[in-house]
């Protein structure tokens, strides 16, 4: 897949200098007064790239807020039309679609609960063939990388070029301080996968709550993300949804006036060496982890074969645990963290066991 610089495009054809698009505006469209008003108070902040606003909005029980509905896009469209900026909307079925270019919405996103679900997202694909709209993919709601490429493949091959994606984070059953486990790693393995792909993060959904979205966003641009997707409401505590993580447009301008906005590279020829040199440094030691880990090994398949030769089972679960015990204790007091710790002991021992078979060579 060889995705558009979408992102790009748009902030080329709005002039826009900054290396970051930012898109910004109520969770969701609940009157024709909050949708102006918020949009108005976010173009002002002269920071707002584009505009964004549920129209129609999945809630995870029925008879909460569901949006407005088609009746709410036209406030979005004159927004747009008032402060200049492209506007942006979630569609998660074939009619959605259709409304939004009826209406002449510019970009349309997919939404977390839509990208899923195979069949709801070949349908919007379907309903696309032919039309030329960037879209935008949010990660599905579980950490599945191949769910979230599969989407985007769908909408591709119903020939869209201009895609990006939105990290929003993850559902998770582990208690956090955020609503969505961030899981950074999943981000950053899609740039991998589609280097080309622009990715947005969306604080606001990852956050929930309105004093961790700053801290969310630098993150992400610590990262090198994009750009970012920012819910605000003119008046947050009343918004009908997502009260909890929408912030005021004028706390929106704060936040971006504040935020680091680091450079992929610098030309700074001292930055230059210093970095070659810690390449180099990092080289080095990657080298004598991989001859560490071949040297081990190939004593595992020793073991392996004097445990075959004096008929002793391969997994003797005690002293794995005595070693696992004594390595994560020996990594923490090193600094290493035990979640990677006991993830990486967990992938030696797999592969240890392996080798003590004899099945891998
Ligand atoms: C939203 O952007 O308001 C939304 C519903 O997001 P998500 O699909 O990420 O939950
Ligand atoms: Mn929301």
Known sequence: M????VLESIKKALGIKEDHMIISGPCSAESEEQVLNTCRLLADTGK???????????RTRPNSFEGMGEKALPWLIKAGKETGLPVTTEVANAQHVEICLKYGVDVLWIGARTTVSPFAVQEIADALKGVDIP???KNPINPDLELWVGALERINQS????????????????????????MWDMAVHLKTMIPDLEIICDPSHIAGARDLVPLVAQKALDLHINGLMIESHHQPDAALSDAAQQLKP??????????????????NSEFVDQLE????KIDEVDEKLLENLSIRM?????IGQYKRENQVTILQVNRWSELVADRVAKGRALGLSENMLSTLLDLIHKESIERQNGSTV
């Open 48 to 58: 707002v790239h584009m505009l964004r606003a549920g129209i129609w909005k999945p």
């Open 298 to 302: 190939k004593i595992a398949e020793q």
């Open 250 to 267: 004028s706390a929106v301008g704060k936040m971006l006036s504040s935020l680091v906005y680091r450079k992929p590279s610098s030309s």
């Open 159 to 182: 020939g869209i070029r201009k895609l990006a994606a939105i990290h929003r984070g993850y559902s998770s059953s582990e208690l956090t301080s955020f609503r969505n486990a961030p």
């Open 135 to 137: 879209v935008m993919v």
């Open 277 to 280: 040199n810690l390449r180099g």
């Open 2 to 5: 060889s995705p558009k610089l």
